[in-house]
C-alpha cells in the first residue's frame, strides 16, 4: 500500500502547502463573503501544474497516480481552502483520458494541462429524476453531422468558471434499451459556443460558495465529434470514474478534518476561561481526541482505495468506504472544532463556520452517503437490491 509518508509525497505536500501560503485564510473568507470565485488561486493551481497532475506526460502533465493527486486536495483543505473550487478538473479528466477518441485527447488534454482550457464541470444531476441517473430525460438526438439537445439539469458546478462540460445525455429512450443503465451518452461540450445559443445558465443561492447552477437545453446543437466513446455506454463511462472521484473527495475530507482537529486543539490551548485553558478539561478534549482517531482510521481506507486505484485492481469497495468514513469523520471534526471555539465558532473571522458549511456538503454530494450503504449492502455484503 502507498505510505502516507513517503518522500515524494511529502514533497508535494510541501509543494502545494508553499503555494496555498499565498492564499491564506482571510483570502478565502473574502472570496466567501463575496460569493465570488477563487481565480487567483485556480490559476496559481494550473501554472504550478498541481491540475494536470494525473495527465499522462505525452500530454503535458506530470503522470502521477491517484494518491499524488490525493494529497495535492487533502493539503489545500488543510490549509484552510475549498479545493471543491478545482477537483472537477482532476475528475473529469479521467473520463476523456480513459474513453476520448485520440484526437480527442491530442487536441485537448495539452490545453488542459497548460491551462489554456478548464474542464471543471460535468452534468448529470437533473431535477426530476435526481439520484436515480438512468432515469434521466435530458436527450440527445443525432441529425446529420450534430446532436440537438433537449431537457434540463441541476447542481451543476463551476460552469462558469468552466470552457468545457462532460454532459450525460439520452440517445436511446429507456422504453428502448433492455438495460436500463444502456442508451445513455457522454458528450463533451464547449460552453463558450452553448452559453446563449441553446444553453441557458441559471445560477444556484446555496449554503456553500460553491458556484453551482440549473442548465436549460433549448435545442442546443453541438457537433457529432464531441461525443465521448460509444453511442450507448455513456452511463458506463461515469461510472468508471467514480471511484477516483470519491477517493480524491475522501482525501479532501481528510484535509478537512485535520484543519478542524489543530485549529481545536490550537484554541483548547489558548482559550482560558475559570483560571484554566479550556482543553485541559476532559470534555473538551475528548471530542477533539474522538475526531483524531476516527480521520486517522478514515485516512487508512484513503490510502487502501488509492493502492488499489493505482494498482489497477477494483476500488469500488474501498473508494465508496473511504469517502463513507473520511466524510463522516471530517463532519464529526467540524461538530467538535464549532463546539470547542463556543460562541467565537460562529464568528466569520475564525473560519470555523465556513469549513463547517463547506465539509457538510461532502455528505451529500457527490454521492449521497445512503447510497454508499447502498452500494456496500447489495454488493458486497450480497443483500436484495432495493432499487
Ligand atoms: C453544492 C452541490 C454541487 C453539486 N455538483 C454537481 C455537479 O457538478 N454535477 C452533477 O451532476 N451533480 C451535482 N450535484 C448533485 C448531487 O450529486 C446530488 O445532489 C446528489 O447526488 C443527491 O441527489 P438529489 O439532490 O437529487 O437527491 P435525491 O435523489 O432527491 O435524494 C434525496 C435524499 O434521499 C436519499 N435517497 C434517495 N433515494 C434513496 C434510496 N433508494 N435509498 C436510500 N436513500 C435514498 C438520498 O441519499 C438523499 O439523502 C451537486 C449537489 C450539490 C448540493
Same mark, same amino acid.
Given at each position: 500500500?502507498?505510505?502516507?509518508?513517503?518522500?515524494?509525497?511529502?514533497?508535494?505536500?510541501?509543494?502545494?502547502?508553499?503555494?496555498?501560503?499565498?492564499?491564506?485564510?482571510?483570502?478565502?473568507?473574502?472570496?466567501?463573503?463575496?460569493?465570488?470565485?477563487?481565480?487567483?488561486?485556480?490559476?496559481?493551481?494550473?501554472?504550478?501544474?498541481?491540475?494536470?497532475?494525473?495527465?499522462?506526460?505525452?500530454?503535458?502533465?506530470?503522470?502521477?497516480?491517484?494518491?499524488?493527486?490525493?494529497?495535492?486536495?487533502?493539503?489545500?483543505?488543510?490549509?484552510?481552502?475549498?479545493?471543491?473550487?478545482?477537483?472537477?478538473?482532476?475528475?473529469?479528466?479521467?473520463?476523456?483520458?480513459?474513453?476520448?477518441?485520440?484526437?480527442?485527447?491530442?487536441?485537448?488534454?495539452?490545453?488542459?494541462?497548460?491551462?489554456?482550457?478548464?474542464?471543471?464541470?460535468?452534468?448529470?444531476?437533473?431535477?426530476?429524476?435526481?439520484?436515480?441517473?438512468?432515469?434521466?430525460?435530458?436527450?440527445?438526438?443525432?441529425?446529420?453531422?450534430?446532436?440537438?439537445?433537449?431537457?434540463?439539469?441541476?447542481?451543476?458546478?463551476?460552469?462558469?468558471?468552466?470552457?468545457?462540460?462532460?454532459?450525460?445525455?439520452?440517445?436511446?429512450?429507456?422504453?428502448?434499451?433492455?438495460?436500463?443503465?444502456?442508451?445513455?451518452?457522454?458528450?463533451? #461540450?464547449?460552453? @463558450?459556443?452553448?452559453?446563449? %445559443?441553446?444553453?441557458?445558465?441559471? &445560477? =444556484? +443561492?446555496?449554503?456553500?460558495?460553491?458556484?453551482?447552477?440549473?442548465?436549460?437545453?433549448?435545442?442546443?446543437?453541438?457537433?457529432?465529434?464531441?461525443?465521448?466513446?460509444?453511442?450507448?455506454?455513456?452511463?458506463?463511462?461515469?461510472?468508471?470514474?467514480?471511484?477516483?472521484?470519491?477517493?480524491?473527495?475522501?482525501?479532501?475530507?481528510?484535509?478537512?478534518?485535520?484543519?478542524?482537529?489543530?485549529?481545536?486543539?490550537?484554541?483548547?490551548?489558548?482559550?482560558? #476561561?475559570?483560571? @484554566?485553558?479550556?482543553?485541559? %478539561?476532559?470534555?473538551?478534549?475528548? &471530542? =477533539? +481526541?474522538?475526531?483524531?482517531?476516527?480521520?486517522?482510521?478514515?485516512?487508512?481506507?484513503?490510502?487502501?482505495?488509492?493502492?488499489?486505484?493505482?494498482?489497477?485492481?477494483?476500488?469500488?469497495?474501498?473508494?465508496?468506504?473511504?469517502?463513507?468514513?473520511?466524510?463522516?469523520?471530517?463532519?464529526?471534526?467540524?461538530?467538535?472544532?464549532?463546539?470547542?471555539?463556543?460562541?467565537?465558532?460562529?464568528?466569520?473571522?475564525?473560519?470555523?463556520?465556513?469549513?463547517?458549511?463547506?465539509? @457538510?456538503?461532502?455528505?451529500?454530494?457527490?454521492?449521497?452517503?445512503?447510497? =454508499?450503504?447502498?452500494?456496500?449492502?447489495?454488493?458486497?455484503?450480497?443483500?436484495?437490491?432495493?432499487?
Amino acid at each position: 500500500m502507498t505510505a502516507c509518508n513517503d518522500e515524494h509525497l511529502t514533497a508535494i505536500r510541501e509543494g502545494v502547502r508553499a503555494l496555498c501560503a499565498d492564499f491564506p485564510a482571510d483570502y478565502w473568507r473574502r472570496i466567501d463573503e463575496e460569493k465570488g470565485f477563487p481565480d487567483a488561486f485556480v490559476s496559481a493551481m494550473t501554472a504550478a501544474g498541481w491540475l494536470s497532475a494525473m495527465i499522462p506526460e505525452q500530454y503535458g502533465g506530470s503522470g502521477l497516480g491517484l494518491a499524488e493527486a490525493s494529497v495535492i486536495l487533502e493539503e489545500v483543505n488543510r490549509c484552510g481552502g475549498n479545493s471543491g473550487t478545482i477537483h472537477g478538473q482532476m475528475y473529469n479528466m479521467f473520463t476523456l483520458l480513459r474513453h476520448g477518441s485520440e484526437a480527442q485527447k491530442n487536441h485537448y488534454l495539452p490545453r488542459l494541462a497548460s491551462g489554456e482550457l478548464r474542464l471543471q464541470s460535468m452534468g448529470v444531476t437533473e431535477p426530476t429524476t435526481g439520484t436515480d441517473t438512468t432515469r434521466i430525460k435530458t436527450t440527445a438526438v443525432r441529425q446529420g453531422d450534430t446532436y440537438v439537445i433537449n431537457g434540463q439539469k441541476v447542481w451543476i458546478s463551476r460552469v462558469q468558471h468552466s470552457d468545457l462540460m462532460i454532459l450525460l445525455a439520452r440517445t436511446t429512450p429507456l422504453a428502448e434499451v433492455t438495460k436500463k443503465v444502456d442508451g445513455m451518452s457522454i458528450f463533451l #461540450v464547449d460552453l @463558450r459556443e452553448a452559453i446563449g %445559443n441553446g444553453l441557458t445558465v441559471q &445560477p =444556484i +443561492a446555496n449554503m456553500v460558495n460553491h458556484e453551482t447552477n440549473e442548465l436549460f437545453f433549448d435545442n442546443l446543437q453541438i457537433p457529432a465529434d464531441s461525443l465521448i466513446g460509444e453511442e450507448g455506454k455513456g452511463f458506463r463511462y461515469i461510472l468508471d470514474g467514480l471511484n477516483a472521484e470519491r477517493t480524491l473527495i475522501a482525501a479532501e475530507c481528510i484535509g478537512d478534518g485535520r484543519w478542524f482537529v489543530e485549529k481545536s486543539a490550537q484554541y483548547a490551548r489558548d482559550r482560558v #476561561v475559570f483560571g @484554566r485553558p479550556i482543553g485541559q %478539561n476532559q470534555g473538551v478534549q475528548f &471530542p =477533539i +481526541a474522538e475526531a483524531h482517531i476516527e480521520l486517522e482510521a478514515a485516512d487508512l481506507m484513503r490510502w487502501q482505495a488509492c493502492a488499489d486505484y493505482d494498482a489497477g485492481r477494483n476500488a469500488g469497495a474501498s473508494a465508496n468506504m473511504a469517502k463513507y468514513l473520511a466524510a463522516k469523520a471530517s463532519w464529526e471534526a467540524a461538530n467538535a472544532c464549532l463546539q470547542t471555539h463556543g460562541g467565537f465558532g460562529f464568528a466569520c473571522e475564525y473560519d470555523v463556520e465556513r469549513k463547517f458549511r463547506e465539509t @457538510r456538503l461532502y455528505q451529500v454530494a457527490p454521492i449521497s452517503t445512503n447510497l =454508499i450503504l447502498s452500494y456496500v449492502a447489495e454488493h458486497l455484503l450480497e443483500l436484495p437490491r432495493s432499487f
